[in-house]
């Protein structure tokens, strides 16, 4: 017969911790306390398979569960010595929710359930409390009518018209009239009066009595649980969280425990450490005289659990340490014996009744990445945990909030924001908004913070961008330029915020009917996407030593390889000290931006408008030096490490300057008209330049360009060579589709490097020639371009934008809708489409490696720093995976966790 009860207390339990999915989260931890030995009240869990039988047969129970209820509720009247029913010892019970993974207050709670106009009395008996009985009694019945009679009914009242409401008005008046200020000054006996008003209001508006009988009572709290997991707060909920729909909800019946029997009650919730530092210290509130409710509606302050955690703002108050000592040493005790099993931080809910003391709850508890970092090399000293199991108690997300300046999260929470866009480079900003980046170069010189915001970034930005604090776009994708930038600095960077109205001239911006102009101050958050008006307070993720030790661990357990993406020293000096193994995509046109960009950008202008051999040539020669410069910088700072240099990528378009005074100049330095400048640069327009002359392509039409910078690449190698250092090269072809292409590519490079090798005297220079893969046709073809590449690099951003056909810097304007109408489970140039686009790789990976046995393989996309994306790459067997510097931690995390999870067979 099937099982659909499982009973706990009474030192035992049916469940265990590990039943979640059929128990939920509180039902699993409930037994597992009950198998502890723990004070819990006793009670039982009705399974999620019955929520899902519920729903697939048109809202019933399956027959057998009326049975094992019964039996089960015996079983907790035989622990708690008291009858459900029982007019002289009553047992009353609470109904509460209780899913595999916590949805705090999204579904429904029934208290006090089996309280009837007999068993009250015996309520009053047994405590002899009269006052209590009947505010016992108004809870529940203001509960039932709402949760029970209206809510689950599917009864919608127009709003401030619902039972809850018009029963509190009711509670209102009768203050009112006493002339009371607060609900305990209402009497036994205005209680008494009050529950009768209750009952014939609940009767007047639904038309239906309240149920006098505990049975009927208990099943109705039952099917308004179930109810509540389709209820329109918990489907928003589980939408948001991505919880699937047909998980179900347990429910838990239990008996109650009171907090409110007077002034030896009380009730609380704690962390068995600090969830804020990691501090191991027991950290919590607690209310004497109280219910847990009152608690969570914030009417009264509670105290501090103990001496040693209060606060300014409860230091006034007693402690339970001081109020009640022994409870609190055996709460102590329980706290220890709880982590020592758990082996984890805890988040705990208890209720004091007339000084015996019951656990109610008990999960892992949510933690800061401060407190996660702390808690886990805390553990591991205490021998709690193991090295491995310390890795994995780092999240990559936490990981990340310790590597930047992030927004208070409590200003956050009591914050509202002013518009949303995509998260594209992490932590927090505040500063003055302007709206061009000659304006954010200037302000920041005067000593100003500054948001630059733009309605899209291209090249010319760059200097405002890096002068920024922050950066917002109206515009692009994750992968737009102004979000590889952003990310590649560690810059707080927010793309694609469609809700901005920008007017450029008039230096203002609309969000909302809102306007705001130049000098305003607004708050970015990078990491969620979120933008506020106004300062909110930064918190610097501390720096920590301990941080360094983690790493070290993490080092220890993972396989992959971890690289950066880095075109300049500065930036490979970076990522060396955030542990990268080498360059895996060294970007050649980034030297034509930014800082010290105008002479080498002068030179590749005057070649891309040049029209013969010739012309073109003598513009190379000039452009030569520098790109042998930044390269021998670069192979310099990384000193024998592997440096995947790519050969010019973009569309040459994007280069040729827009303003007339550039023009001039640059067709006075070729020697021809302005007419014939423009007429050239009018040529090279695209309507399709993604997909137009770029890449490859470039070095097909113009062998040169490809000579030019092969030689600069293998002279920087032989000088330092010959100054006695270490180099390893990756000359890396992009966007190739067929293998002639990179046949046709590798003989340039042959032939430049015997050139070079002799010039130099030297008989061999380290090095490997490989290619991109980030044409779906280049995946497919790979086991023919293995015969050629010595090494693969996934290209996942345009693999991405061709494998979907999504434009990289366009996606903004429909992936909202793609994400809340659930076609997409993510935006795919940010989490790795594992489905198709994973499916792309690893046939590219399959059939690569079976020509080229030892074919090495990485990724250079944006989704190489990207976790779950990193857990792709090492389960598919790539190499390495690389990406921008401040990622680099993340990705060794992110690896560490994928070979622990994932060992290599
Ligand atoms: C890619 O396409 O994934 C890549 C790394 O190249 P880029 O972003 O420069 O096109
Ligand atoms: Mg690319």
């Not at 023919?784 to 999504?806: H, P, V, Y």
Request: proline share 5%; with cysteine; aromatic share 8%.
């Amino acid at each position: 017969m099937p099982k659909y009860v499982y009973s706990f207390g009474g030192g035992s339990a049916e469940g265990r911790a590990d039943m979640k999915e059929l128990l939920g989260g509180k039902g699993a931890n409930l037994a597992e306390m009950a198998n502890l030995g723990l004070p819990v009240p006793a009670g039982f869990t009705i399974t999620t398979e019955v929520c899902t039988y519920y729903y697939k047969h048109k809202r019933t129970y399956p027959k057998e569960l009326e049975a094992q209820v019964q039996r089960a509720l015996k079983k907790v009247e035989t622990v708690m010595q008291a009858q459900f029913g029982n007019p002289d010892n009553p047992l009353l019970v609470s109904v509460r929710s209780g899913a595999r993974a916590s949805m705090p207050g999204m579904m429904e709670t029934v208290l006090n359930v089996g309280l009837t106009s007999k068993t009250i009395k015996g309520l009053i008996k047994k405590t002899g409390n009269e006052r209590f009985a009947y505010d016992a009694y108004r809870r529940l019945i203001m509960m039932y009518s709402d949760v029970v009679m209206e809510k689950a009914a599917g009864i919608e009242p127009e709003e401030g018209e619902g039972i809850r409401t018009q029963l509190e008005k009711l509670m209102t008046e009768m203050k009112k009239q006493k002339g009371y200020e607060h609900d305990t000054d209402l009497t036994a006996e205005d209680l008494k009066i009050l529950v009768e008003q209750f009952k014939e209001k609940v009767k007047e508006v639904l038309g239906k009595p309240f149920p006098d009988d505990p049975m009927k009572q208990l099943w109705g709290g039952i099917g308004a649980v179930f109810q509540s997991w389709n209820g329109k707060r918990a489907v928003a909920y589980r939408r948001i969280e991505g919880i699937p729909d047909d998980w179900g909800t347990a429910v838990n019946v239990q008996a109650m425990v009171f907090g409110n029997m007077g002034n030896t009650s009380a009730t609380g919730v704690a962390f068995t450490r600090n969830p804020a530092t990691g501090e191991n210290t027991f950290y919590g509130e607690w209310l004497v005289n109280a219910q847990g409710e009152d608690v969570v509606a914030g009417i009264r302050t509670p105290a501090p659990l103990n001496e040693a955690t209060k606060s300014e703002h409860n230091k006034h108050l007693l402690s339970l340490e001081k109020a009640m000592p022994k409870t609190y040493r055996e709460l102590d005790a329980i706290r220890k014996k709880l982590e020592r099993h758990y082996k984890d931080m805890l988040d705990i809910e208890f209720t004091i009744q007339e000084g015996r003391l019951w656990m109610l709850q008990c999960r892992v508890g949510k933690r800061t990445g401060t407190a996660a970092l702390n808690i886990a090399m805390d553990m591991l000293k205490e021998k709690l945990i193991t090295e491995k199991e310390a890795v994995m108690r780092i999240s990559p997300a936490q990981l990340d909030e310790l590597l930047h300046p992030i927004v208070d999260p409590s200003a956050e929470a009591k914050a509202k924001p002013l518009a949303k866009g995509l998260p594209a480079g992490p932590g927090g900003a505040s500063g003055q908004i302007v709206f061009t980046a000659n304006d954010a170069v200037a302000w920041s010189k005067k000593g100003h913070k500054v948001i630059l915001v733009r309605e899209e970034t291209n090249p010319e930005d760059v200097e405002g961008m890096r002068a920024a604090q922050g950066i917002l776009t109206a515009r692009g994708g994750m992968t737009s330029h102004a979000a590889l930038v952003a990310r590649g600095w560690g810059k707080c960077c927010i793309v694609g915020c469609g809700a901005l109205h920008i007017d450029v001239e008039r230096k203002r911006l609309v969000v909302d009917g809102k306007e705001f102009k130049e000098g305003d101050v607004f708050t970015l958050n990078g990491t969620k996407g979120n933008v506020y008006a106004g300062e909110l307070p930064m918190i610097s993720a501390s720096e920590n030593p301990r941080f360094v030790h983690f790493m070290k661990l993490v080092d220890k357990y993972r396989t992959l390889k971890v690289r950066t993406n880095a075109d300049t020293p500065e930036d490979a000096k970076k990522a060396l000290e955030f542990g990268a193994e080498g360059i895996g995509l060294f970007r050649t046109e980034h030297m034509f931006y930014g800082k010290n960009s105008e002479a080498p950008l002068f030179c590749l202008r005057k070649m891309i408008v040049s029209k013969t051999e010739e012309e073109r040539r003598k513009a190379l020669e000039e452009l030569f030096p520098y790109m042998k410069k930044d390269i021998k910088a670069t192979l310099e700072v990384m000193n024998g490490r592997p440096v995947t240099i790519r050969l010019l990528d973009p569309p040459l378009h994007e280069f040729v300057p827009n303003e007339p005074e550039k023009r001039i100049e640059l067709a006075k330095s070729l020697g021809i008209s302005i007419e014939e400048f423009n007429k050239r640069a009018d040529l090279l327009h695209e309507s399709n330049p993604m997909m137009g002359h770029r890449g490859v392509r470039l070095g097909i039409t113009y062998p040169e360009i490809t000579e030019t910078q092969v030689r600069a690449i293998f002279e920087a190698s032989a000088e330092l060579i010959k100054e006695g250092k270490k180099v390893f090269p990756e000359i890396m072809i992009p966007v190739v589709s067929t293998e002639k292409e990179l046949v046709h590519q590798k003989q340039i490079v042959e032939k430049v490097y015997k050139e070079v090798c002799a010039q130099y005297g030297l008989k061999a220079i380290p090095y490997l020639f490989g290619t991109m893969i980030e044409i779906p046709r280049a995946a497919l073809m790979a086991g023919k371009i293995a015969e050629t590449a010595e090494f693969f690099s996934f290209g996942t951003n345009d693999l991405t934008q061709m494998g979907f056909g999504f434009s990289r810097d366009d996606i903004g304007g429909f992936l909202p809708d793609y994400l809340e109408k659930h076609l997409l489970p993510a935006d795919p140039f940010q989490i790795l489409d594992q489905e198709g686009i994973g499916e792309l790789i690893q046939i590219g990976i399959q059939r690569g490696r079976k020509t080229r046995p030892k074919l090495k393989v990485g990724i250079c996309g944006e989704h190489g720093g990207e976790p779950y994306s990193v857990m792709f790459c090492h389960r598919v067997g790539m190499d390495y995976v690389s990406c921008s510097p401040f990622r680099v931690p993340i990705a060794r995390l992110a690896a560490a966790q994928a070979a622990i999870k994932f060992p290599k067979k």
